[in-house]
């Protein structure tokens, strides 16, 4: 471990004065209190990801972007050092935002591949702007798997993953009958299509029903 802080001079934004190695970041407000602390395999490139405009996903990540003034470094050698330096200066710091970005990651929701071509239904910890449609969050993770492990049985839709649907031909979903096997050709698009608008809107009633807690990334469970 190298125990060598370096502050970026011009604020957050000169995320350029972030070392491209591994280590550990520190996020301070302007009172120098600790608000976050992070591991990096390159340092650089993670903490610049805080400071895209869409941050890295997480919900909280925003919040935390605006209250940042400056970020501190402390390289390592290896990924496994920056892991245990983390841990020490979490336990040692106690930041609030670590306890609020770990609870981002309680909430799961379902996630529809609208922008493929055979669209998907699965469960995710972030959200992006990717055109796909979300549902959630959920609380209950298991709740959340049981609801798509349904719909995807109910309307034989693909587990493969990726865009497109697996080049050599159907798997062992289409054996057991768990999959219309768009990729085979056995169903024709707009149909496969209808099937996967009925599962979103199983999902939307669920969601509705109250089996999932929408305004539950709110105000979480301690
Ligand atoms: S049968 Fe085809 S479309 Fe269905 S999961 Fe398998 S590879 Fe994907």
Partial sequence: MTPMTTASPDGPQDTVAAPRCPGVYIMKDTAGQVLYVGKAHDLRSRVRSYFREKGDGRPSVAILRDKVRTVEYVTTRTDQQAALLEDKLIKEYQPRY??????????????????EEFPRVLLVHQRTDDGALYFGPFTVTATARALVRAVLEKF???????????????????????????CAGRIPKDEYLARVHKAMLHVQRAQELQLVEPQAAKNPEP
Wanted: glycine letters at 4%; a positive charge.
């Fill in 98 to 115: 670590n306890i609020d970005l770990k609870d981002d990651k309680r909430f799961i929701s379902v996630k529809v591949t609208l922008q």
């Fill in 156 to 182: 034989q839709l693909r587990r493969c993953t990726g865009a497109h649907c697996r080049a050599n031909g159907p798997c062992m979903y289409a054996q057991i009958d768990a999959c219309s096997a768009p």
